[in-house]
């Protein structure tokens, strides 16, 4: 299907941050995505990774994924510059670390109100930074 003027072109200016419901969509993804990581029987690897309070771990990719998404760099502007390889280097994350997470993405996806076409988009895109953090086989 050939892109509209009604059809958002993921990955193009800011069209991903608005399709996720802009900075409180995102924070409402990233909500999900956290509560899916405390019940998901295949994420307690990752879970055990984070704080017990997850305050912190929340914001920062809300805000990560706010500027990645193509709106205000809100990471950058707390938290200084993202590298992701660096900032996971400290965790051991494999194959199954990085499928956890980005299940826990697709169980928080599957509860928003996007588009089905922008939660397919999403979910392929996010492979890239989730297997950037990976660091080992």
């Known amino acids: 299907m050939a892109p509209t003027q009604e059809t958002p072109q993921y ?11 802009q900075e409180p969509g995102v924070r409402k993804l990233v909500d999900a995505f956290y509560d899916e990581m405390e019940v998901l029987p295949e994420a307690k690897l990752i879970r055990d990774m984070h704080p017990e ?10 805000r990560f994924l ?12 707390k938290y200084g510059k993202i590298r992701i390889p660096l900032a996971h280097r400290h965790l051991a994350i494999g194959l199954s670390e990085r499928d956890a997470w980005l299940l826990c993405m697709e ?3 599957q509860k928003q109100d996007f588009n089905p076409l922008f939660k397919k988009y999403l979910l392929e ?5 989730a297997e950037g953090s990976r660091n080992q086989e």
């Not at 309070?53 to 809300?62: C, N, V």
């Not at 706010?66 to 502007?77: D, V």
Request: charged share 20%; aromatic share 10%; glycine share 12%.
């Open 107 to 109: 169980h928080a996806l």
């Open 11 to 21: 990955g193009v200016k800011d069209a991903s941050f608005q399709a996720a419901g």
């Open 66 to 77: 706010c500027g990645w998404l193509g709106g205000p760099k809100l990471f950058q502007a």
């Open 53 to 62: 309070d997850l305050e912190e771990s929340r914001d920062k990719l809300a």
């Open 125 to 129: 895109q996010l492979f890239v930074p």
